[in-house]
Nanobody
């Protein structure tokens, strides 16, 4: 089992930056990718970014050039640096991890989830 704990959410203004962090504990040596998802009120949970054990990254189109994901699979940590935040980035941000060999942005393909951290961007 892997436990994930997020931190760093908050209320910011449009154009500001924010960094959210996630720390894994338990049997995270089997994890092949860690990522961030978000869910806004009334919307489905969507993949924001993920990073694989080999350093391959993937971003949803709407955050490319603004968000940067980084991680340390030895320490079991993953970060999401969010710059030039927009009101439409407002959501609960969830850290996720998977042992899958083929990484997918589909929610159902991720094995472990954190409790989520709220990010609110005011206009």
């Amino acid at each position: 089992q892997v436990q994930l704990v997020e931190s760093g959410g908050g209320l910011v203004q449009a154009g500001d930056s924010l960094k959210v962090s996630c720390a894994a504990s338990g049997s995270f040596r089997s994890i092949n990718a860690m990522g961030w998802f978000r869910q806004a009120p009334g919307k489905e949970r969507e993949s924001v970014a993920f990073i694989t054990r080999f350093g391959v990254t993937n971003y949803v189109e709407s955050v490319k050039g603004r968000f940067t994901i980084s991680g340390d699979f030895v320490k079991g940590t993953v970060y999401l640096q969010m710059n030039s935040l927009k009101p439409e980035d407002t959501a609960v941000y969830y850290c996720a991890a998977t042992s899958a060999l083929l990484i997918s942005t589909m929610v159902s393909r991720w094995d472990y989830w954190g409790q989520g951290t709220q990010v609110t961007v005011s206009s």
